[in-house]
């Protein structure tokens, strides 16, 4: 088992920035490919970001390339994103997660633990 804590979420103004942190705890931290996923209200999860297990690959979706930034740390067991030049359609609750594979998924399904999200709200 994975136990996966985000923080780092609030409020924040159209053009502002926020980084998020996904703390881990359980397992080897270093296994898991890490990724962060957003749901809006009403809407379906979507991917957001996603890096490997420890050679430092990335994955962004499109809407937030040259905005976002996934990094980790394996000796603090933490993600982040670092968010920036926020959007009010950036509005949603962020989630990390774990998977245990080796390469890189953007597909939620793939993804093995779950945090319970942070809600991240851009004003405009």
């Known amino acids: 088992q994975v136990q996966l804590v985000e923080s780092g979420g609030g409020l924040v103004q159209a053009g502002g920035s926020l980084r998020l942190s996904c703390a881990a705890s359980?397992?080897?931290?270093?296994?898991?490919?890490m990724g962060w996923f957003r749901q809006a209200s009403g809407k379906e999860r979507e991917f957001v970001a996603a890096?490997?297990?420890?050679?430092?690959?990335?994955a962004y979706a499109d809407s937030v390339k040259g905005r976002f930034t996934i990094s980790r740390d394996n000796a603090k067991n933490t993600v982040y994103l670092q968010m920036n030049s926020l959007k009010p359609e950036d509005t949603a609750v962020y989630y990390c997660?774990?998977?245990?594979?080796?390469?890189?998924?953007?597909?939620?399904?793939?993804?093995?633990?779950w945090g319970r999200g942070t809600q991240v709200t851009v004003s405009s």
């Open positions: 997660a774990a998977d245990r594979a080796s390469t890189l998924s953007m597909a939620y399904i793939t993804y093995d633990y």
């Open positions: 890096t490997s297990r420890r050679d430092g690959s990335t």
């Open positions: 359980g397992r080897t931290f270093s296994n898991y490919a």
